[in-house]
């Protein structure tokens, strides 16, 4: 596997583990209506670390807690399925629940949702 930087959550600072390029823009924040909160759009996002530690991706951000969700999830459950929208893509995605999107809430200073890449999404072109 490669050894180079990646950010896990698309916006947010890379991680420097040797496996961070495996998850790459896996997940991202969107807004209230389903469009990707870019660090563009939303600056706070890019105080948040990321890092991987033992099968979870930890989140850092300042005045908060710590907070772990897991790589490798089986997504089987309907009912997280969602679509999110990244620039004019349409794209699937799994929401990762409540905690995670007040968290990022309180973070962002709006209401948003932390979401994965759906493993049988398309391909998606990143705005720059």
């Known amino acids: 596997m490669t050894s180079t930087q990646g950010s896990p959550v698309a916006g947010c600072a890379p991680s420097a583990h040797r496996q961070s390029s495996d998850y790459h823009h896996r997940w991202l924040v969107v807004g209230e209506d389903g469009h990707w909160l870019s660090a563009k759009v939303c600056a706070a996002l890019s105080t948040v670390t990321t ?9 850092r951000a300042p005045g908060m807690l710590r907070m772990d969700i897991p790589l490798d999830v089986i997504e089987d459950d309907d009912s997280v399925l969602r679509d999110a ?10 929401d990762e629940g409540d905690l995670a999107a007040v968290w990022f809430g309180h973070v962002a200073n709006q209401v948003c949702r932390l979401v994965k890449v759906h493993p049988d999404a398309k391909q998606i072109n990143w705005p720059v």
Do not use: H, P, S
């Not at 929208?85 to 699937?92: D, L, N, S």
């Open 51 to 59: 890092d991987i530690k033992m099968g979870y991706l930890v989140l």
């Open 85 to 94: 929208t990244i620039g004019t893509q349409k794209i699937a995605v799994v």
